[in-house]
């Protein structure tokens, strides 16, 4: 497995303020070295000289120790092959599996995910994102987001990726009973008259398929005429009173609101809503069909180049941010966000799937998350994660360095005064 791009894109070279804390613990070890020898060459003129040498040489032990020490966390002192030294980069793999172990045991564990998700408002984040884009901090983290995702997308195992991807929402679905929330929506549709536009929808339809199948009406009414109304011509005389009237009917149909069909078709569509979220068998029915989508091995293939498409048209997004919110397509998105702000019930519902999703993916993927994250540190340069760290906390640690010193020196004083006075 290759190394993660995010590891690999910085410069060899300390930053300016590991050197210069650096420089400050060397030079202040130097500093209690000096004053040890000048403290000793002085120390027979007067007693005051063995406290300052006292002080000093505690000092330099204190700082060389705790050198030893911080310079032992990250490679052999001096060069030197001393046992249980250069810690990091001789455990890199057991660091990456402990750290595997860690995430699994304290992150992904559906539990704790489910506490945690509990308290976070994915909706509401994700809606003040959405309508307000622009703010410099949100560009700078868009920016910033849109990196690390395009370092993540191009580092990752992508079969085994939109394997995942593709599992979680093939067993989201099997685990979600669809016909009650279509009977939902569809009944939502009709009590806000938005499923107006369908039955319009229905009869353009109809007069199309009325107009392409003319001459298959014609067949029909010719074939099962008589001899003597095929003699006589009145077969087509039939047939276009037939076609006249259907082709009358649909268009009394998109022209009236109040047709008695469009009202029949109406209390069809409720009584189909109501199937859907009460009777047994229509919900049974709904279940079976879409259990043998999903089994079917055409959808595996069309889910395959779903996820291609999806993948490159996130790597699109995460390359140019900006260009996302632009146009229509980013005020239909402004416009997604304030609606995730102002309907709380469909906060709450996005809230509840991120939950239920996260959860089961925990449950179901933790174990393959933690072998990606155990493979991919075992597949670092040693010498990269190394620097990688010692750059991270080296700060930190010359601090160490310095109150060792000090600290060091402070003991010996005492030590020194306890001598001098008992």
């Given at each position: ?16 303020a590991l050197r210069r804390m650096k420089l400050v613990a060397l ?6 070295a000096a004053l040890f020898f000048v403290a000793r060459a002085f ?272 790597l699109r997004v995460a390359r140019d941010p900006d260009a996302m ?98």
């Amino acid at each position: 497995m290759r190394p993660t791009p995010l590891l690999l894109s910085s410069s060899g070279a300390a930053p300016p303020a590991l050197r210069r804390m650096k420089l400050v613990a060397l030079a202040l070890l130097l500093a209690m070295a000096a004053l040890f020898f000048v403290a000793r060459a002085f120390e027979p003129r007067h007693p005051a000289w063995g406290f300052v040498r006292a002080f000093a040489e505690a000092a330099m032990v204190g700082g060389l120790a705790d050198w030893f020490a911080v310079t032992a966390l990250f490679r052999h002192p001096l060069g030197l092959p001393i046992p249980h030294t250069a810690i990091v980069p001789r455990n890199k793999d057991r660091i990456g599996d402990n750290l595997a172990q860690f995430l699994r045991s304290n992150f992904l564990v559906p539990r704790v995910v489910a506490r945690r998700m509990q308290r976070l408002d994915v909706a509401g984040a994700a809606g003040r994102w959405l309508a307000n884009p622009k703010g410099a901090t949100e560009g700078r983290l868009r920016r910033g987001a849109a990196r690390l995702a395009v370092d993540m997308l191009e580092s990752l195992d992508q079969e085994r990726l939109g394997g995942m991807v593709r599992g979680t929402i093939a067993q989201r679905l099997r685990a979600l009973e669809i016909a009650p929330l279509l009977g939902n929506a569809l009944a939502a549709a009709i009590a806000d008259n938005r499923h107006v536009p369908l039955l319009d929808g229905i009869v353009k339809w109809a007069a199309k398929l009325l107009e392409a199948n003319q001459p298959l009406i014609r067949a029909m009414v010719h074939d099962r005429s008589g001899a003597l109304m095929r003699l006589t011509g009145l077969d087509e005389t039939v047939a276009n009173r037939i076609i006249a009237g259907l082709d009358g009917m649909i268009h009394d149909m998109a022209e009236q609101p109040d047709h008695p069909l469009r009202a029949k078709a109406e209390e069809g569509l409720a009584q189909f809503a109501d199937d859907l979220r009460h009777d047994p068998v229509m919900r049974a029915r709904v279940e079976g069909f879409k259990n043998e989508m999903l089994d079917n091995p055409a959808l595996t293939e069309w889910w395959q180049g779903v996820w291609d498409h999806l993948r490159q048209a996130m790597l699109r997004v995460a390359r140019d941010p900006d260009a996302m919110m632009a146009g229509k397509f980013g005020e239909a998105l402004r416009q997604l966000g304030e609606t995730l702000q102002a309907n709380g019930e469909l906060a709450t519902t996005i809230n509840r799937f991120a939950r239920r999703a996260a959860v089961g993916t925990a449950a179901d993927y933790g174990d393959a998350i933690v072998r990606l994250v155990s493979e991919t540190v075992r597949g670092w340069d040693a010498d990269t994660i190394t620097q990688r760290l010692e750059h991270a906390v080296g700060r930190d640690l010359q601090y160490i360095r310095i109150n060792g010193t000090l600290v060091g020196g402070l003991v010996g004083l005492a030590i020194h005064m306890v001598d001098v006075l008992v």
